[in-house]
Every structure is written in structure tokens, then in C-alpha cells.
């Protein structure tokens, strides 16, 4: 079991940054293969970035590409998403997940666990 805690949402300015962190319970983080998606109102939830095991590989769609970074710190059980650049399309609530095993890494039916959610709100 594998409980995922986000933080680091808010309100912010167009052109502004933020950070996201999720922190994971248990021993077993770098066994996971990890994913931030996002879902607006009246949207589906959408994969906006994942993160390899060791981090060796990023993966993002072309939406936040150059804009979104997501690194990993394994000592911590925490994955982070870094956004730049922020657009008022990226206003979502922004969930990060965990997914054991496979690689169908951006589709959110192939993740175990998921956080809460975190609210971003981005004005203009």
C-alpha cells in the first residue's frame, strides 16, 4: 500500500511558476514508476508528466513540454513537478500517482495509487 500525499498548489499569475510535491509512504517509492495528471472541470484527466524509476526517463505531453520538468528524490519518497511559464489552461486540480508495474505510463487506468489532489488555479 502506498499512500500519496500532494503539495504546493495555489493561486498564480500567468507567466508564473510553481511547484508541486507529492510525498509517498512506505519503503518501496523507487519501485514505482511515477505520474503526475491533471483534470479540469468538465475534462478528462489528462497525463501531464512521468518519471521513470531512477529517473532516468522524463515523459511529457506536447501541452507542457519545455514548460513542466518532474524529478524524483528517492532518499525522500518524493516526486515533484516544476511548472513554468504557467498558462490559465493549466488551471486544474493536479494529482500524482504510482504505477507498479507495466509501462502504459501515461493512460491513468494503468496506475495503483493515486493522491488527493491539489488545486492550481492560474489567473491572467
Known amino acids: 500500500q502506498v499512500q500519496l500525499v500532494e503539495s504546493g498548489g495555489g493561486l498564480v499569475q500567468a507567466g508564473g511558476s510553481l511547484r508541486l510535491s507529492c510525498a509517498a509512504s512506505?519503503?518501496?517509492?523507487?519501485?514505482?514508476?511515477m505520474g503526475w495528471f491533471r483534470q479540469a472541470p468538465g475534462k478528462e484527466r489528462e497525463f501531464v508528466a512521468g518519471?521513470?524509476?531512477?529517473?532516468?526517463?522524463?515523459y511529457y505531453p506536447e501541452s507542457v513540454k519545455g514548460r513542466f520538468t518532474i524529478s524524483r528524490d528517492n532518499a525522500k519518497n518524493t516526486v515533484y513537478l516544476q511548472m513554468n511559464s504557467l498558462k490559465p489552461e493549466d488551471t486544474s486540480v493536479y494529482y500524482c500517482?504510482?504505477?507498479?508495474?507495466?509501462?502504459?505510463?501515461?493512460?491513468?487506468?494503468?496506475?495503483?495509487?493515486w493522491g488527493q489532489g491539489i488545486q492550481v488555479t492560474v489567473f491572467s
Open positions: 512506505g519503503r518501496t517509492f523507487s519501485s514505482y514508476f
Open positions: 500517482a504510482a504505477l507498479r508495474y507495466g509501462s502504459s505510463w501515461s493512460s491513468q487506468s494503468a496506475y495503483d495509487y
Open positions: 518519471i521513470s524509476r531512477y529517473g532516468a526517463g522524463t
